[in-house]
């Protein structure tokens, strides 16, 4: 469940678009990539109520996928920007979305329209991926 949580997030948060550049047209994808850690803390002492919290702590990045106009496969990068979102709830972790939360896809989505802006970069990694070809 956890895992269908995130899914839905980062499927929310994704931006594609076509750029041309050197007399060829490219898709580009700009997705959100979300990874969790989650930690239980605390004490459960049999008959007593538990002391046990769930510490989680999800890290937001930006992956951007370049690939030719109606081509399969592409070259992905992890952009270096990224956010990191912490929280915690009763009781032990035991994967049923301990981190769908609304501050991640808020995350999410800005750190996908920040990387909107990024078409310096995307022409970059183009003409790069053009020179390693070339050699």
Known sequence: MILFALASVAAATTHSATVEHRGARYDVAHRARIDTRHRTVGAATGA???????????????EREIARAGGDGGVATLLPMAETVQGDRHGPC??????????????????????????????????AAHGLAAN
């Open 48 to 62: 007593r109520m538990t002391t046990q919290r769930c510490r989680w702590t999800a890290t937001v990045r930006v």
């Open 94 to 127: 035991d994967g049923r979305g301990e981190v769908a939360d609304a501050r991640i896809r808020d995350a999410a989505a800005r750190l996908v329209d920040a990387a909107r802006g990024d078409r310096a970069a995307t022409l970059a990694a183009i003409d």
